[in-house]
């Protein structure tokens, strides 16, 4: 039992001892092998770099075009937007190689380069459509200021500008305006301008449009040079005579028409009408195709020739208006219309004075009619070889009658003319 219980402890010891050597050199062995290929692969790494640079000689010739275009990169001033393209980030050179490590900077530089002039507009376009659509949109929807406001865009300092514009979306009419600062102002001083087409032109506050031509008739002193009595007629008159005198009053007729006439200028403009006067003072000298003229060139509606009436026999009274024939040849065009406004005015001053007996007549002996071209009357008022006419006829009253029936007759023109 002795023998067996020895040999069993050194057959265990015997196991333990080959035990522990079979692990030692397990572990020599583990250690060695690990030494060994970490030496293997740091060997095969240096190959493989051997490698790359060794062959790859297009690479090295990239690198040196690299180099050039960043050198270009680098001074952008001296060209334009190609350059500045070509400085862009997207465009990223080859994968960053030890040497142009000191140029890759170089790229964010030229974001820099904005001071060009080129950079600055592409910077400042996207602003502009903003601006724009801010202006447009609240202010004017349809005006032609909108045509005015693209050429506002480039300079943001513009947008002070956009407060003017609702004020001149409120302008009224064209022909109201110039006649604004005279609103305030009673009608008789109105300030006449001269004409270029000839005359003396008044705007009404209330302006409706439509002028109208007074000539008042007669001058201080006549001109008894001859002018052809109709455009190519061999036929001449009187270029303007001086008319005839109150046979109570002594009033000049050309005074008497001058200061009616003045009151229906007054009564004309308040209701609407621009008024250009052949004359507003007596001492002109005006020939009757010469206030023809002034009537034509401005181009008036009516025409309206403001006289008074004489006679040999004294009893003779009551209105009278002139038209001409519907044969006259001058006038053809208009006849009709001169021959209603010459039947709306009669009637109207008849109705406004109470006179009676008035006639229109019809004649084509008026140079001043013949050659207009605008529908055209003259007026007789009254007669001054009539004592009792002729005292009506210096009276205010009766003359505000006188003036009231013309304008009358003028509005009522126009009423039945269309
Ligand atoms: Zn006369």
Known sequence: MDKIKVLKIVLCVSLAFLVTALLVFAVVTAVSSKDDNSRKEGKTSEKQEDIKTADNPEKENAKTDDKDKKDEVENPKKDDNDDIKAGDPTEKPEEPDNNEITITPAVPDIIVTPI?????????????PDNKDDIVTPIVPDDNDITTTPV?????????????????????????????KDKDIPISEIEGVESENGGILYRSPHGNGKLVCIDPGHQTKGNYKEEPVAPGSSETKPKVSSGTSGVSTKLPEYKLNLTVSMQLKDELLSRGYDVVMTRIINDVDITNIERAMVANNNNADVFIRVHANSDDRSSTKGILTISPTSSNRYVSGIYNECYLLSQCVLNCMENSTGSTGGIIWKTDTMSGINWSEVPVTIVEMGYMSNPDEDRKLSDPDYQKKLVKGMADG?????????
């Open 116 to 128: 060009t002039p080129d950079n600055k507009d592409n910077v400042v376009t996207p602003v502009v």
């Open 152 to 180: 506002v865009p480039p300079d943001s300092v513009e947008i002070t500008v956009t407060p003017v514009i609702p004020e001149v979306t409120n302008v009224p009419t064209e022909p109201l305006k110039p006649d604004d």
């Open 410 to 418: 003028i509005d009522d023109f126009f009423v039945k003319k269309q």
